[in-house]
């Protein structure tokens, strides 16, 4: 069965209204937009029945999703005729909460004429989107035949667990691609970071004769944000006017996030205030790019008028506001911003406390900045350590840094960190002769200092090596 690639008018009377129904009774939202959005390409969507085969599968995704599983799996058990529409619908709810234990028992129950290429791509579908990929792999390979959207699944499946060669090869083996395998494979390497190889399948793609969409277009455009290329962000932006690309608000969101990250704010602020829905992320993306380039009076303005709105801000919000105040040095603003979590029902995590570590003791409180640690929930990590440790040195506090340095040397592994960082605060605070001591020990203790190395990196904290006794080293930047 072939359900979408070559889509024609004659698909639109037979196979294809059978197979949106399905997606909408089998709540799988992402294959019936995709097919949605072949449809409307392949100019079938006035076909009167085709657009109420959507109609019925967006309403039914929708409904499914709250649905109570276990009495849902009650009336299953119960009902004498099962389909395979009920039989799929089984196995993608189940594995949908997480239990693909039960859903591949449902699998393995379907009668054999009911378990066709949907109930496979499901139960494969379902290891995938729960990260199981041993288990997806194992079925996908034995899957009689497969459809474009199991292909797609194990893409992302990979990619999810950061496994990018293995997508890769998934893609590669695809015999007939479509542009939905190629969204896949963009995004997928946009969202591990490899923005080159992403960028690098953008261009095979169109050398391919595909021509790009909305989703497409968002996956280079978060490349072009995460390389910081405003050239090549310019370049997309171009060609999604040029394309009449539907600028729907991940296209939207891409840009405001690409031209904020490249530090074009002036264009950032243009599109941000012209949408009418800001969805979180939008706004979370403004705020960060005013905060980073040093507009930090105005990111926190951004972020009251956020509060105003319809949209409540969120953790993400929170940690991009917290560090517009470190960088503004704006402490108590911070202190507030810090106490309104609360108000939302967010909890802090490590992140949150170690801006305010930095942004307390940035400003020299570092008194306030200890009770934040030893009072936070959780263990706090070494980069929230490093944030108060270079805040003692900036202020020469060395009491404050051997308080500290005894917490961390209670954890065996950072004896060596401890004296180097603790001759550096004694060497910004001029006790020139005790870091000299300090220096002396780590090196009677075998501490090696790797040859051809100038620094060695503990968590965010760089540590420097200089000729001589003394060693600096930087916190590195708080960047969100
Ligand atoms: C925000 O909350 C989500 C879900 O509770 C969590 O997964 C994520 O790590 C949090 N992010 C930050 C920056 O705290
Ligand atoms: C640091 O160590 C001291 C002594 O072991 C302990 O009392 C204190 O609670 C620790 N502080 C933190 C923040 O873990
Ligand atoms: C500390 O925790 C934060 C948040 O989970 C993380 O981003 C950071 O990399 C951690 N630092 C270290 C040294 O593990």
């Not at 060609?239 to 490249?262: E, P, Q, S, T, W």
Request: proline share 2%.
């Amino acid at each position: 069965m072939v359900y979408t690639q070559n889509l024609t008018k004659r698909t639109s009377h037979g196979i294809l209204p059978l197979f949106l129904k399905a997606c909408g009774s089998l709540a799988l939202l992402p294959l019936g937009v995709c097919l949605h959005g072949e449809c409307v390409k392949a100019g079938l969507i006035h076909e009167v029945l085709v657009g109420t085969s959507f109609v019925s599968m967006y309403c039914k995704c929708g409904c499914l999703m709250n649905g109570d599983m276990e009495r849902a799996l009650v009336l299953f058990e119960r009902s004498p005729e099962k389909t395979l529409v009920t039989w799929a619908t089984m196995i993608d709810g189940v594995a949908r909460i997480g239990d693909t234990v039960s859903a591949r028992q449902l699998f393995d129950r379907t009668p054999d004429e009911l378990r066709t290429v949907v109930t496979w791509t499901v139960m494969v579908h379902g290891y995938a989107a729960n990260g199981e990929m041993d288990e997806a792999r194992e079925m996908f390979e034995r899957m009689p035949c497969r459809s474009f959207f199991v292909w797609s699944s194990m893409i992302s499946g990979y990619f999810k667990k950061g496994e990018a060669k293995e997508a890769r090869a998934i893609f590669d083996r695809i015999p007939e691609r479509n542009l939905v395998n190629w969204n896949a494979l963009i995004a997928g390497y946009a969202q591990i970071g490899s923005c080159e190889e992403a960028l690098d399948a953008f261009r095979q793609m169109q050398m391919d004769g595909f021509e790009p969409d909305e989703f497409t277009m968002a996956s280079v455009l978060s490349a072009c944000s995460q390389l910081g290329s405003l050239e090549m962000g310019k370049k997309i932006h171009d060609m999604i006017n040029r394309k009449r690309i539907n600028m729907n608000h991940f296209v939207l969101n891409g840009l405001v996030d690409m031209y904020a990250k490249c530090g074009d704010l002036e264009r950032a602020k243009t599109i941000f205030h012209g949408m009418k829905n800001k969805n979180v992320v939008c706004w979370n993306a403004m705020i960060s790019g005013l905060a980073t380039h040093g507009q930090c009076e105005e990111a926190l303005a951004l972020f009251d008028r956020m509060e105003e709105s319809e949209k409540k801000p969120n953790n993400v919000t929170f940690l991009v506001a917290l560090s517009a105040c470190t960088h503004g040095g704006f402490v108590n603003r911070g202190l507030d911003i810090f106490k309104k979590m609360e108000k939302y029902n967010l909890v802090a995590g490590v992140e949150h406390y170690g801006c305010l570590v930095d942004l307390l003791g940035r400003a020299g409180r570092l008194n306030e900045a200890y009770n934040v640690i030893k009072s936070m929930p959780g263990s706090p990590n070494r980069s929230v350590w490093g944030a108060l440790l270079g805040a003692c040195k900036i202020h020469g506090d060395d009491k404050m840094a051997d308080r500290i340095l005894s917490n961390l040397s209670s954890n065996a592994e950072n004896d060596d960190v401890k004296y180097v960082v603790l001759s550096n605060v004694y060497a910004a605070s001029e006790k020139w002769e005790e870091a000299e001591r300090m220096w002396r020990v780590m090196a009677e203790n075998g501490m090696r200092k790797i040859p051809g190395c100038s620094s060695i990196m503990v968590g965010d904290l760089e540590l420097r090596f200089h000729s001589g006794a003394t060693t600096e080293y930087k916190a590195c930047e708080n960047l969100v």
